[in-house]
Nanobody, 115 residues
Framework: QVQLVESGGGVVEAGGSLGLSCAAS????????MGWYRQAPGKQRELVAQ???????NYAASVKGRFTISRDNAKDTVNLQMTSLKPEDTAVYYC?????????WGQGTQVTVSS
């Protein structure tokens, strides 16, 4: 059974940094891509960043230049380093593994940025 477990959320002041990690129960090469989505209260879930099995990345315009997604193939983890955080980055952040047949989601981790 595929499981994705996020960690690293918390409360940080605006302008601060926070790192998220997503550990997979299978080899991350099982996925065509992995990524991070977020969902703020009353808003739709949105893509934050994605990294393919080949290492190509793409970012939402709102986080480009501030967030960095990376993968550790040896540890089967995907990380999201967030800097220059803004109150509008406050949301539940979800890890996703994209495969041919379905997407696998983690349970989410809360990130709160105080002003």
């Amino acid at each position: 059974q595929v499981q994705l477990v996020e960690s690293g959320g918390g409360v940080v002041e605006a302008g601060g940094s926070l790192g998220l990690s997503c550990a997979a129960s299978v080899s991350i090469f099982s996925f065509n891509a992995m990524g991070w989505y977020r969902q703020a209260p009353g808003k739709q879930r949105e893509l934050v960043a994605q990294i393919t099995s080949g290492g190509s990345t793409n970012y939402a315009a709102s986080v480009k230049g501030r967030f960095t997604i990376s993968r550790d193939n040896a540890k089967d983890t995907v990380n999201l380093q967030m800097t220059s955080l803004k109150p509008e980055d406050t949301a539940v952040y979800y890890c996703v593994g994209v495969s041919v047949f379905k997407n696998y989601w983690g349970q989410g981790t809360q990130v709160t940025v105080s002003s």
